[in-house]
């Protein structure tokens, strides 16, 4: 079936660059999509990318897709404490409700 | 907007009773999801209903759980009786469903704990 990996830890000093990474399995997916979720709460929707795109930037957020590997990165610019949170990594196949998503990653923010 | 509402945030009750968590999806979505977080599994999907009718009630474990839309503005998921194993984070999500994107708006969660 459909699987979603991430790696599931990632730790970083503040005011630098984050990568997290995603790898998928569906070649179907049509959408990928980052979510965060902080400590106590719901998951919130960062980002969201077409499979027909290779980027997609939004502030401090960059989404780089390979489709030919079925790779999908979040890079986080400038990253703060409190960017500190689970991000998830989720895919969904055009007509379908159905998200996959992934085991999600834990980023820390160093001060 | 309000976005999802659930409560309660935090249920703690003891083995073989009756749970109730609500939601309150986002006004106007038409599409309502209840997930399962757990440390082992990850995020669940429950079950899926859209304009008020269980499409995809596939992920629900047993039959102990049930799960209810009475109407646009409410929902319900039941487990009775209640075991240790429902302990997780319960979510409600809802979305806005086109031909072609499902974009999900999460709750901030029921924290059950089933002792």
């Known amino acids: 079936g459909e699987d979603v990996e991430q790696s599931l830890f990632l730790s970083v000093r503040e005011g630098d660059s984050s990568v997290i990474n995603c790898t998928y399995t569906d070649s179907s997916s049509t959408y990928l999509y980052w979510y965060k979720q902080e400590p106590g709460a719901g998951l919130q929707l960062l980002t969201y990318i077409f499979s027909n795109m290779d980027m997609k930037q939004d502030q401090r957020l960059t989404v780089l897709l390979n489709k030919k590997d079925k790779h999908l990165s979040l890079r986080i610019a400038d990253t703060q404490t409190g960017d500190s949170a689970i991000y998830f990594c989720a895919e969904s196949t055009s007509g379908t409700y159905k998200y996959i998503f992934g085991t999600g990653t834990r980023l820390k923010v160093l001060a | 907007d309000a976005g999802v509402i659930q409560s309660p945030r935090h249920e703690v009750t003891e083995m073989g009773q009756e749970v109730t968590l609500r939601c309150k999806p986002i006004s106007g979505h038409n599409s309502l999801f209840w997930y399962r977080q757990t440390m082992m599994r990850g995020l669940e999907l429950l079950i899926y209903f859209n304009n008020n009718v269980p499409i995809d009630d596939s992920g629900m474990p047993e039959d102990r759980f049930s799960a209810k839309m009475p109407n646009a503005s409410f929902s319900t998921l039941k487990i009775q009786p209640s075991e240790p194993r429902d302990s997780a984070v319960y979510f409600c999500?809802?979305?806005?469903?086109?031909?072609?994107?499902?974009?999900?708006?999460f709750g901030p969660g029921t924290r059950l704990t089933v002792t």
């Open positions: 999500a809802s979305s806005l469903s086109g031909d072609n994107y499902y974009e999900q708006y």
